[in-house]
């Protein structure tokens, strides 16, 4: 089973849930020639997608075109249905850093014919994740830097202050949808700026100032 880890502390916990966020920044809407949403666009992953600083994404190779997506992750705190938005901050843990890894042409062909896309989405190695930073040592979720780069070079670089649906009312709506429990993972959206990504790349992926991971970039054998 895959755990989060609590940064400068040993606790881990164990990962239910991934609920992960589509399109929720306009721009990031924008490069994707996609329609902005009316409510929050919602997809999962599995557990299992995991992998952490330092650890290896693998090119399935089912796969010729994958992309990279930074996101700030939630991690939530305890268990709760239909939470209401104001409510929604004493649910959450804490943040990090994760990617959403997205075979793009997989998911290409799966939306042509009115597919699923769950494997250009979950794959394994698909959603690397940083320490999981305290919820009292972010004062604003809504005020980070988010930043991504490929071999030394900037790719993305994003505020969360251009989120369309803010955390709180993100929880709100899932919590509608899914009970909620703690060591769920809510990866909030990627802005603008994703690209492709091959065999022999590094990437970094930050909250500028707070907390960073690398990962090295394979293709699988």
């Known amino acids: 089973m895959k755990h989060i880890k609590i940064k400068n502390t ?30 929050p666009v919602i997809f999962l992953k599995p ?17 010729n075109n994958m992309h990279h997506e930074v996101e700030l992750v939630v991690a939530i705190n305890e268990e709760g249905k239909n939470i209401k938005a104001e409510d929604a901050e004493k649910f959450i843990l804490g943040y990090a850093i994760g990617l959403d890894m997205t075979l793009r042409d997989v998911q290409s062909e799966a939306k042509k014919k009115g597919l699923p896309w769950s ?4 794959f394994d190695t698909s959603a690397p994740i940083s320490d999981i930073i305290s919820a009292n040592e972010i004062k604003n979720p809504h005020n980070l830097e988010l930043i991504c780069k490929v071999n030394g070079e900037i790719r993305q670089k994003g505020s969360t202050g251009k989120m369309i649906f803010k955390i709180d009312k993100l929880i709100e709506y899932i919590s509608t949808i ?20 091959h065999p022999g790349d590094i990437i970094e992926s930050e909250i500028y100032g707070i907390i960073k991971i690398k990962n090295f970039v394979v293709a699988e054998i």
Do not use: W
């Not at 164990?14 to 009316?38: D, S, T």
């Not at 494997?119 to 979950?122: V, Y």
């Not at 009970?179 to 700026?193: A, M, N």
């Open 178 to 197: 899914f009970t909620l429990e703690r060591g769920d993972l809510i990866f909030t959206g990627t802005p603008e700026g994703v690209s492709q990504i």
């Open 10 to 39: 040993n606790d881990l916990i164990p990962v239910g849930k991934i609920i992960c966020i589509g399109r929720n920044y306009l721009e990031h809407a924008a490069e994707m020639k996609a329609e902005v949403p009316e409510s």
């Open 47 to 63: 557990s299992t997608a995991l992998v952490y600083d330092g650890d290896k994404i693998i090119i399935p190779k089912i796969s």
């Open 119 to 122: 494997i250009a989405k979950g």
